[in-house]
């Protein structure tokens, strides 16, 4: 065997390993582009009209001040009864039912929230429900006061909220999204990770 054939041979087998890798490293985001639907299809609402304001919830000059104390608050009857079940089902969409765009998100964002079961950035953009749950409940409103912004402008989103142009206080940070299923408890739905 010649110098050249034996460089030869050594080119294929390293062009041959590349382009395994390649393939493998491929292989999931094409699926994720072309074979996965792009949105929950069987659960969809309207867009609510433009401009829209959340409705508001105003909290108590002592409830500001427990969760500024405690770090805590705990608020019962926020959510309508409709808007927490479409909280259940968005959940559990989002974990039965892979799409483009959460799938994607594991390409998109850094490794370390890749251990989460489900994970996906910006959900309210693939499913209507949670989008309902994040404009039409007042969960806008009581983190603004939380906060201490949007006083003289009403805010449309949480996006809004932390968008606000200010410096948060403590204990406040947006977050990614990940979920897991849901769990009923007797007093509504308990969630691991807020909206």
């Keep these: 065997m010649t110098i050249v054939s034996l460089v ?5 087998v390293v062009a ?4 395994t890798v390649c393939a493998a490293l491929l292989a999931p985001i094409i699926y994720n582009l072309y074979a996965l639907p792009t949105h929950f299809a069987e659960h969809t609402s309207s867009h609510p009209a ?3 304001t959340a409705p508001r919830y105003d909290l108590s000059p002592n409830e500001i001040n427990a969760f500024r104390r405690d770090g805590l608050l705990v608020l019962r009857d926020v959510m309508p009864a409709n808007l927490v079940e479409k909280l ?6 989002l974990m039965d039912i892979p799409v483009r765009h959460c799938e994607m998100t594991k390409f998109t964002t850094p490794p370390i929230f ?7 950035g910006r959900a309210s953009l693939v499913h209507d429900y949670l989008r309902d749950v994040a404009l039409t409940s007042p969960l806008t409103h009581v983190a603004a006061q939380l906060i201490g912004v949007g006083k003289d402008e009403p805010l449309r989103s949480l996006a809004d909220v932390f968008m606000a142009g200010i410096d948060l206080p403590r204990r406040w940070h947006s977050d990614y999204l990940a979920f897991q299923k849901a769990s009923k408890t007797r007093d509504g739905v308990g969630c691991r990770d807020g909206l």
């Excluded at 030869?8 to 294929?12: F, K």
């Excluded at 259940?88 to 969409?93: L, P, R």
């Design 8 to 12: 030869s041979t050594i080119l294929v």
């Design 114 to 120: 890749h251990g989460y079961e489900r994970y996906c």
């Design 50 to 52: 433009s401009p829209y």
């Design 16 to 19: 041959s390993i590349l382009a």
């Design 88 to 93: 259940v089902v968005a959940g559990d969409d």
